[in-house]
């Protein structure tokens, strides 16, 4: 689609429809207003687009999960039902088969994440451009929006070269995580300034912070099964506690909780279960107050644990206690969290006495590590937050308070687990917001 300049430089250039921002959201968004034949433009500030898509999953993109549509909400908790319209527009087989059709095969790894089969991004976006392409939107590089105001017409939008306008605009411009992908949080403000509600925003799915000096030696060890909990720590005063407690259905104390593989670092701790439970931490207001409670044996009980710890010291009692040790959890482990209950690794297996066996078992199934904090935005995948979902028509996308509005991907108050959820929520609700500011 070729756009005509007004003939003169000063007027600026009307369009149909205006998406801001060049990644998951606004590439499907664009493409599929623009095939439904309005004239389209989608404007970045970067110098390529997708490149928060570029530096996803470590350069593969996990584009979606194996799951249906149901599955997707579910993860989504209390957001889910916001999703229900964008889902039965673009579920997760259909956004496959889109890909697969543009000559991305993808495969299914065993944690029900999908990749493309190169475990290449790039041909994710490679393929989303081409789309843009045929579609005949036109695209604008290194082009920020900078000014943006209501007009009877549509929207006035200054950017760094001109002047446009748009009858539709759709808002695309993600949120602040990955901020060398360029992410700065415009829409947020743009948003505000048209009087929208932005819930306050903070990382999500980044590693978790500690000042253990034990867990920091263990940087490297991977444990595939870890079951986590946020709570607050016996550190916190009553009333933080209490406070805590307070929301309905809320266990007492206990903020997040999940179950997957997990990470020990340099500065702390990451991994699926902790990326999934990061935002509880992100979102409090001292994180110094909490504990992450870590059950290293999630699938035996806390009562089978003891008995098999019991039977395989009485089998192997002139064996060391390490040595039992060693067979239900990795042996740096076990040798850290027997230094931590004062227990020699030389202890000999039938001199440990019923109350020790009891204290091991309780450091492999509520192993409590302080918090610190998190890495912040610099290493958060998504954010949490922003625009309030209450003043978004589920249906279309579009501003419940301004007209020819639409948002879509990560500026919405929107944010699932790690495992290709957000990445199905951008595309879903892309596509639903560019068909409706079509229509």
Not at 32 to 48: D, H, I, M, P, Y
Not at 85 to 100: D, G, I, T, Y
Not at 173 to 183: A, K, N, Q
Request: with cysteine; charged share 20%.
């Amino acid at each position: 689609m070729e756009f005509v300049e007004p003939s003169n430089a000063a007027d600026p250039l009307h369009c149909d429809v205006i998406v801001v921002g060049a990644g998951a959201a606004g590439l499907i968004a664009a493409a599929t207003a623009a095939v439904l034949g309005r004239r389209t433009l989608l404007l970045e500030k970067n110098r390529r687009p997708g490149i928060k898509i570029l530096m996803s999953g470590g350069t593969r993109c996990n584009l979606t999960h194996a799951t249906d549509k149901w599955g997707i909400v579910k993860a989504y908790g209390s957001q889910g039902n916001f999703l229900h319209s964008a889902l039965a527009a673009l579920n997760p087989a259909e956004l496959v088969k889109r890909f697969e059709d543009d000559g991305v095969p993808t495969k299914v790894e065993e944690t029900g994440k999908i990749f493309p089969v190169s475990n290449k991004a790039s041909d994710i976006v490679d393929a989303l451009v081409r789309r843009l392409e045929r579609s005949g939107a036109v695209l604008w590089l290194d082009e920020a929006m900078q000014k943006l105001a209501a007009v009877p017409s549509g929207f006035s939008i200054t950017t760094t070269r001109r002047e446009l306008i748009a009858a539709k605009l759709i808002v695309t411009t993600g949120g602040l995580s990955y901020p060398g992908s360029g992410t700065t949080g415009d829409g947020y403000a743009w948003a505000r300034e048209l009087g929208h509600t932005i819930v306050p925003t903070r990382p999500a799915l980044t590693p978790i912070t500690t000042e253990a000096a034990w867990v920091k030696s263990l940087s490297g060890l991977t444990i595939p099964d870890v079951g986590v909990r946020i709570v607050i720590s016996e550190r916190a005063p009553p009333e933080v506690l209490a406070a805590s407690s307070a929301g309905k259905g809320k266990k007492a104390g206990i903020l997040a909780e999940a179950r997957s593989s997990f990470l020990f670092t340099h500065f702390g701790l990451s991994g699926p279960s902790i990326l999934d439970v990061s935002r509880a931490v992100s979102g409090f207001p001292q994180p110094t107050l909490l504990d992450l409670v870590c059950d290293f044996l999630p699938a035996v009980s806390t009562q089978a644990l003891d008995d098999d710890l019991r039977q395989r010291c009485a089998a192997e009692g002139k064996r060391q206690v390490i040595g039992p040790l060693t067979q239900l959890v990795p042996r740096r482990l076990a040798e850290e969290l027997l230094s931590q209950l004062g227990l020699s690794a030389e202890l000999r297996a039938a001199e440990l006495s019923k109350l020790d066996r009891a204290r091991i078992v309780a450091a492999i199934k509520a192993c409590r590590i302080p918090v610190a904090g998190t890495k912040g935005y610099g290493k958060a995948e998504v954010t949490a937050g922003g625009v309030s979902l209450e003043e978004v028509d589920s249906r279309t996308m579009q501003s419940k308070l301004v007209p020819g509005l639409y948002f879509a991907g990560e500026v919405l108050d929107l944010d699932g687990p790690i495992g290709g959820y957000n990445f199905q929520a951008a595309f879903s609700t892309g596509l639903l917001a560019g068909r409706c500011a079509a229509g």
